[in-house]
């Protein structure tokens, strides 16, 4: 069963016959072209993308972390930052210095240069001005309230 096509016929599926260039191109094919020719098989990348996406996502999992334990210290920061500077002082912090956070008889913070040693009220944490005026707590041996909490 041939049909007439611009003065072709039509060629069987197994033959490789370009029509707009009007010749057999089946050397010219980048793929097998005959029934007895190999296989083509794609090869089987699934175990090497899962390993891809595993370690992307080992990789991002980590800076996902670090990113949220810089954070946490930030935020850490912040709240000891407002903690002090809404406690009560009646003197001008010096850049550099330290200085200890108490509650008095009202559990209101307030602010003093006298050693924990040396005062009778709960010491909360020390704490020191850096450059920038943010105020860095100052680790000690002893463990104060806000370590606690």
């Not at 083509?40 to 993308?49: A, F, H, Q, V």
């Not at 020390?126 to 005026?133: D, I, Q, T």
Request: glycine share 2%; hydrophobic share 35%; net charge positive.
């Amino acid at each position: 069963m041939s049909t007439k096509k611009n003065n072709t016929t039509k060629k069987p599926d197994l033959v490789v016959f370009d029509e707009e260039k009007q010749r057999y191109d089946a050397a010219f094919r980048p793929y097998a072209t005959s029934v007895g020719a190999p296989q083509i098989k794609l090869p089987n990348n699934g175990t090497w993308k899962s390993s891809q996406i595993y370690k992307a996502n080992k990789q991002l999992k980590a800076k996902y972390e670090a990113i949220k334990a810089e954070y946490d210290a930030l935020i850490k920061v912040m709240e000891y930052n407002e903690l002090v500077t809404n406690a009560k002082f009646t003197f001008e912090p010096l850049i550099g210095e330290i200085y200890h956070l108490y509650n008095n008889q009202k559990q209101e913070p307030f602010l003093s240069i006298i050693e924990p040693d040396s005062c009778n009220f709960k010491h909360l944490g020390s704490f020191r001005l850096n450059s920038n005026y943010l105020w860095e707590k100052i680790e000690q041996n002893n463990t104060t309230f806000l370590d606690k909490i």
